[in-house]
T-cell receptor, first 113, second 112 residues
């Protein structure tokens, strides 16, 4: 799986958009970009994933650059409950085989009043 | 719908005692199963993963072992706990040909 690089921490004011970047310059053509978040003392929660097109769901938007070497997770209106560690993961959909599903250190997002 | 159960939620064990953490998944068949550990203030470390009954892959040599006696049951064990085994242990599953992984609520283990 391709390695990802994220800033260790970010701050965001409540109500503003939180833009979390992720670099994945070694991504290959069949690898997807996944985002998870982990609120303190809980298990990680899936947020969104994408291949090359931008994606949006009820939680967030995912913007992937045209060369697919980086992406940005956007929380359009951050709330205090969005304070968490956000993990960007790149991996392929290996059907029929186990995938390691490894996590990096993520970005600790602190939403403030 | 699929659910994952992990217990206990918290555990305090003395050094040298054995450990058994159990994780079960409902509502799916032949899932990929994972055990992770998270030390205080650190990231998620993948410990073991399994593609099927009796099949275990170990990521990090350590004082722990894992077993999968049934399709939807994943057990993390230790014969003798060390202080360094303290941490937050998470079980996760994903459909073998699927996308996202789903995590249990974790077990916070303190070895004293």
């Amino acid at each position: 799986d391709a390695k990802t690089t994220q800033p260790p921490s970010m701050d965001c004011a409540e109500g503003r958009a939180a833009n979390l970047p992720c670099n994945h310059s070694t991504i290959s053509g069949n690898e997807y970009v996944y985002w998870y978040r982990q609120i303190h003392s809980q298990g990680p929660q899936y947020i969104i994933h994408g291949l090359k097109n931008n994606e949006t769901n009820e939680m967030a938007s995912l913007i992937i650059t045209e060369d697919r070497k980086s992406s940005t997770l956007i929380l359009p209106h951050a709330t205090l409950r969005d304070t968490a560690v956000y993990y960007c993961i790149v991996r392929s959909l290996n059907t029929g085989t186990a995938s390691k599903l490894t996590f990096g250190t993520g970005t600790r997002l602190q939403v403030t009043l | 719908s699929q659910t994952i159960h992990q217990w206990p939620a918290t555990l305090v064990q003395p050094v040298g005692s054995p450990l058994s953490l159990e994780c079960t998944v409902e509502g799916t068949s032949n899932p990929n199963l994972y055990w992770y550990r998270q030390a205080a203030g650190r990231g998620l470390q993948l410990l073991f993963y399994s593609v099927g009954i009796g099949q275990i892959s170990s990521e990090v040599p350590q004082n722990l072992s894992a077993s999968r006696p049934q399709d939807r049951q994943f057990i993390l064990s230790s014969k003798k706990l060390l202080l360094s085994d303290s941490g937050f242990y998470l079980c996760a599953w994903r459909v073998s040909s699927g996308t996202e992984a789903f995590f249990g609520q974790g077990t916070r283990l303190t070895v004293v």
